[in-house]
């Protein structure tokens, strides 16, 4: 399910385009409401806020509230971390910050799952799912896993936006770097990457770390997507 929408994603070229993706992202997987996020440096020293999301109107002035957001477990899980956090109410009784629950639960903030990518160059993207309705636990990894994906893209369209007025300069692959990517984009290990390319499996990493430096990357498969918005990967 999660590949149409991660390809619309990716086509995106203009935020509504982007918006419509997230969105329709978003209900697919039942959930109401939806927060996509990147932070990225600005010129002056500062950081450039881009987000797409649906939060109600009247939500609006919690959502952006420094002071709260300080103690929200939710929040600086996700600063800290890049791994996925399902929450509930538990979450923030745990943390000592019910009151944060039982304030954004009138809104429809009861349950939701969240994750976070903290890039290089201090580049941070969020992505966030929310609902009134508990999640079961036998969906939650299937949940996560999509919501995962899906953010990969999602962060390469929303970054790319964020930055549409600068020039953004096309990096110089090795062939052996193409090809390292092109065999992640089909699925293939390190280890058979490399016994496809007759090399040693050290070598076929090495080749995936280069391309992942040159495209500015933390992650293969975020080397992948970016490699595709390039051209490089037809």
């Given at each position: 399910?999660?590949?149409?929408?991660?390809?619309?994603?990716?086509?995106a070229?203009?935020?509504?385009?982007?918006?419509?993706a997230?969105?329709e992202?978003?209900?697919?997987l039942g959930?109401?409401?939806?927060?996509?996020?990147?932070?990225?440096?600005?010129?002056?020293?500062?950081?450039?806020?881009?987000?797409?999301?649906n939060?109600?109107?009247?939500?609006?002035e919690?959502?952006?509230?420094?002071t709260?957001a300080?103690?929200?477990?939710?929040?600086?899980?996700?600063?800290?971390?890049?791994?996925?956090?399902?929450?509930n109410?538990q979450?923030?009784?745990?943390?000592?910050?019910?009151?944060?629950?039982?304030?954004?639960?009138?809104?429809?903030?009861?349950?939701?799952?969240?994750?976070?990518?903290?890039?290089?160059?201090?580049?941070?993207?969020?992505?966030?799912l929310?609902?009134?309705?508990?999640?079961?636990?036998t969906?939650?990894?299937?949940?996560?896993?999509?919501?995962?994906?899906?953010?990969?893209?999602?962060?390469?369209?929303?970054?790319?936006?964020?930055?549409?007025n600068?020039?953004?300069?096309r990096?110089?692959?090795?062939?052996?770097?193409r090809e390292?990517?092109?065999?992640?984009?089909?699925?293939?290990?390190?280890?058979?990457t490399?016994?496809?390319?007759?090399?040693?499996?050290?070598?076929?990493?090495?080749?995936?770390?280069?391309?992942?430096?040159?495209?500015?990357?933390n992650?293969?498969?975020?080397?992948?997507?970016?490699?595709?918005?390039?051209?490089i990967?037809g």
């Open positions: 399910m999660a590949n149409r929408h991660c390809e619309a994603a990716l086509a070229s203009t935020v509504a385009d982007l918006r419509r997230v969105l992202f978003a209900a697919s959930f109401r409401t939806v927060s996509a996020v990147t932070v990225t440096p600005s010129g002056d020293g500062g950081f450039h806020y881009m987000s797409i999301d939060n109600p109107t009247a939500y609006e919690a959502y952006y509230n420094q709260d300080r103690r929200d477990p939710v929040l600086q899980h996700l600063r800290r971390r890049s791994v996925p956090i399902l929450w109410q979450t923030y009784v745990e943390a000592g910050c019910a009151e944060l629950w039982e304030a954004q639960a009138l809104f429809g903030y009861r349950f939701g799952i969240a994750t976070a990518s903290h890039l290089p160059h201090a580049i941070h993207f969020v992505l966030g929310d609902t009134d309705i508990p999640i079961r636990t969906d939650a990894n299937r949940l996560i896993a999509e919501m995962q994906l899906f953010a990969v893209y999602a962060q390469e369209a929303i970054i790319a936006l964020a930055h549409a600068s020039t953004s300069t990096p110089c692959l090795t062939h052996r770097e390292a990517l092109l065999w992640t984009m089909e699925g293939k290990t390190a280890w058979e490399a016994h496809i390319l007759g090399i040693s499996e050290r070598t076929a990493t090495e080749h995936m770390k280069n391309a992942m430096h040159k495209l500015n990357c992650s293969k498969h975020q080397a992948v997507v970016k490699a595709i918005k390039f051209g990967l």
